[in-house]
């Protein structure tokens, strides 16, 4: 087949070798854009794989951080909880035992000077 389309080129001469070597060049052109196309491709997929990666890292450092300032904020308002616990326990035992020791001051309302 090959020979035959060989000869007929050559059977038109110049036209026909012009012809022949149009046909040439336009095929080796379309390799080189299918090699330069697939190259490209193939530089966007490893970008992308790398931008990939440096996202997770972020990801991964932004959820560290986060969970250790939700540990630090979960610690920090039980420690307040419980000092509000103990001081309302103290406030009220103090209460108790000033209303126990001197239940008249709190009936009589002029009396200033505390009795000893």
């Given amino acids: 087949m090959e020979q035959s389309i060989l000869s007929s080129l050559l059977d038109f001469g110049a036209l026909g070798l012009f012809a022949g070597f149009l046909v040439w060049q336009h095929i080796k052109s ?6 330069t ?3 490209f491709q193939q530089t966007v997929r490893n970008q992308e794989a790398a931008h990939q990666a440096a996202e997770d890292l972020i990801r991964t450092r932004y959820d560290a951080i986060i969970a250790r300032h939700e540990s630090q904020r979960q610690t920090v308002y039980e420690d307040v909880v419980k000092k509000l616990d103990n001081h309302s326990r103290l ?5 108790e ?17 505390p009795e000893r």
């Fill in 37 to 39: 196309v697939e190259q």
């Fill in 97 to 113: 035992v000033i209303r126990a020791s001197s239940p008249s001051r709190f009936i009589d309302p002029t009396i200033t000077i």
């Fill in 91 to 95: 406030l009220a035992d103090i209460h």
């Fill in 30 to 35: 379309q390799q080189r854009l299918e090699a």
